[in-house]
């Protein structure tokens, strides 16, 4: 079992930034690949950012490509998201999760664990 925590949500102005945690317990935080996702009112949990075992590879959906930074650092089990030049369309509940794919995964069904959420809120 892997559980995980995120942390750095809040309520921030277009153009802002914010930084996202997301610290893990349990099992060998490096054994698994590392993805972040969010959720809108109203519409599917999206696919964001994903990171592999040991951060060397890295993807991004194509709506975040160039404002947000994803990365890990195992030695302190926590991955994190830097999210810069924030949009109200980036406002979501943002899911840290972990899958048992090294190489980490855009894919929502290939993920294991899940942490419980941290709103991100972006006003116009």
């Known amino acids: 079992q892997v559980q995980l925590v995120e942390s750095g949500g809040g309520l921030v102005q277009a153009g802002g930034s914010l930084r996202l945690s997301c610290a893990a317990s349990g099992r060998t935080f490096s054994d698994y690949g590392m993805g972040w996702f969010r959720q809108a009112p109203g519409k599917d949990r999206d696919f964001v950012a994903t990171i592999s075992w040991r951060g060397g590879s890295t993807d991004y959906a194509d709506s975040v490509k160039g404002r947000f930074t994803i990365s890990r650092d195992n030695a302190k089990n926590t991955m994190y998201v830097l999210m810069n030049n924030l949009k109200p369309e980036d406002t979501a509940v943002y899911y840290c999760?972990?899958?048992?794919?090294?190489?980490?995964?855009?894919?929502?069904?290939?993920?294991?664990?899940w942490g419980q959420g941290t709103q991100v809120t972006v006003s116009s």
């Open positions: 999760a972990a899958t048992k794919y090294s190489r980490g995964s855009s894919h929502e069904d290939e993920y294991d664990y």
